[in-house]
């Protein structure tokens, strides 16, 4: 069998249930204390046997707006109809290229009215009836932008990292390039492309549709992303939780092989292998998990007594994304539809929406806030353009990921933190704020759902993450009446 195949096929059950099985807790505690050390969070405990499980827990004393914690994604994807309104790195998802970049292939693309990222400068000639009833601009205006020829004022006020290509040549994916200074050789312009190729080693390699991909058919590739974006997005996010483990599975069996030497005679067996495959599982084996189908929130158009139905059609629609992805990635049944179920389950109860404020919001904010004869002049280059965003300009970029460290936060209505992004985060992290001061020993809690909602309400939105609410507010409604 080809290196490029993961030759462990897990169809037998003992090895299915070994990796849906949840880690023992002495490996779950050491696993998150390496974690914290890695995010450098001093100041956070996560207890793996705390009252609802896992619990994230306080060891200093936090004031009202500090930061808690800054928490990079496990697996993190932008929504696909978001990707007309913002470029951004497929990796970390701050905005790349410049303010007149961003203006212009929004444009662009709407002009053409399609419903995908394309390559600047696609032949797609179809139209899109919302942008008619914009001003529009010629297209020689929208294409200098695009190339840099048009310079908007004050642009430079609002510097972008530079685009950086997919490694392997896709026309989907695109990466920040981070200029630095360097002082050793005292001149500038030397560039980091490390998000293209972290991104290219943990997930994209076997996900790119390019001439460099990994995928054994990135024809049904092409056609499982499809499908995703026509049915669910969360496909998309299951897709890259199996790519990372994948390829730290490869990694784990090549350093095997070195170490034993080129000529190891050892049998190459499922079973032999089975135990790196646990092992490049193991950052997802942390997460909670239940069946998509389990326990995906029943549709308020749907009665009782359709459940069972509608949680088949959700079955069967997880099965097709599989079926494809599998013809994409494998030759063999590596995951089970347990498994993938169990991936998707994992996002639907523990995602957070992946939210970075547009910079070109901030630029529009900021002509409108010039003085009056400042205003005047920029405006005769920048407002035709301006005019042809209309109200779009402030849209974010928009998405969902799984932080390892934020889901481990547990659900109160009466929260002391909250996932809030400050000016300064330009990116994808998940950066969570004290809502009130917050002493040592004390647990961190988030709310899962809108707090202010009437007492019914909120209970039967958590019903959907399989437990009661019990905190201090929900005690006091419910002892009321």
């Given amino acids: ?5 993961c030759p462990i096929d897990v169809q037998f059950p003992d090895q299915i249930s070994a990796l849906l099985s949840p880690p023992p807790l002495s490996q779950v505690q050491e696993y998150f204390d390496a974690l914290v050390a890695e995010r450098q969070c001093s100041g956070l405990r996560v207890k793996s ?8 827990y306080n060891e200093l004393d936090f004031q009202e707006d500090d930061l808690i914690l800054k928490d990079q994604m ?3 994807a932008q929504h696909s109809s978001n990707k007309i309104d913002c470029l951004v790195c497929s990796s970390c998802f701050r905005f790349i290229g410049s303010i007149e970049l961003q203006i212009g292939r929004k444009l662009y693309l709407e002009e053409l009215g399609v419903s995908c990222v394309d390559e600047c400068g696609s032949s797609d000639e179809t139209r899109c009836s919302s942008s008619s009833e914009k001003f529009r601009l010629p297209r020689d205006t929208i294409q200098s932008l695009m190339n840099g020829h048009l310079h908007l004022p004050y642009s430079e006020n609002f510097d972008l990292p530079s685009v950086v290509s997919c490694l392997g040549g896709c026309e989907e994916a695109f990466y920040c390039r981070e200029e630095v200074n360097s002082a050793s050789h005292n001149k ?3 560039c980091s492309q490390s998000c293209a ?8 390699s076997l996900l790119c549709t390019g001439p460099g991909s990994s995928s054994h058919n990135t024809e049904a590739l092409e056609k499982f992303t499809t499908h995703a974006d026509e049915t669910n997005d969360i496909f998309i996010l299951a897709a890259k939780v199996i790519s990372f ?36 599982w193991k950052p997802v084996s942390m997460g909670f998990k239940k069946r998509w189908w389990d326990c995906i929130a029943l549709p308020e158009d749907i009665e009782s007594c359709d459940e069972a139905e509608f949680r088949m059609q959700i079955k069967d629609l997880a099965f097709e994304s599989l079926q494809l992805l599998k013809e994409a990635i494998f030759d063999e049944e590596l995951f089970s539809l347990d498994i993938y179920g169990h991936i998707i389950g994992m996002f639907e109860l523990n995602n ?34 301006l005019d042809a965003l209309g109200d779009d300009y402030s849209i974010p970029c928009q998405g969902s990921a799984f932080f390892p460290l934020q889901s481990c936060m547990n659900h109160s209505c009466v929260p002391n933190a909250k996932a809030f992004k400050r000016d300064e985060d330009k990116d994808g992290q998940a950066t969570i704020i004290a809502l ?22 909120r209970q039967e939105s958590l019903a959907d993450y399989g437990f009661i609410c019990k905190c201090p507010k929900c005690t006091e409604e419910e002892e009321e009446g």
């Avoid at 069998?1 to 195949?5: F, K, Q, R």
């Avoid at 190729?197 to 994209?204: I, K, L, P, R």
């Avoid at 001061?437 to 019914?456: N, V």
């Fill in 436 to 457: 009130r001061p917050i002493k040592k020993g004390e647990e961190i809690t988030i709310s899962y759902i809108d707090e202010d909602l009437p007492f019914k309400e």
């Fill in 1 to 5: 069998m080809e290196d490029s195949v």
């Fill in 352 to 385: 957070l929406d992946l939210v970075v404020a547009s910079p070109v919001e901030d630029y529009v904010l900021y002509i409108d806030d010039l003085p009056l004869a400042q205003k005047k002049e920029a405006g005769m280059i920048s407002m035709s353009i």
């Fill in 188 to 190: 500038t312009g030397f």
């Fill in 197 to 204: 190729e972290a991104d290219w080693s943990t997930f994209h």
């Fill in 49 to 56: 046997e705390s009252e609802h499980g896992k619990g994230v």
């Fill in 74 to 76: 496990l697996a993190g």
């Fill in 245 to 280: 483990s994948v390829l730290r599975y490869r990694k784990l069996k090549a350093a095997r092989v070195e170490n034993r030497g080129k000529h190891d005679t050892s049998n190459p067996c499922n079973t032999c292998n089975f135990p790196l495959l646990l092992e490049a």
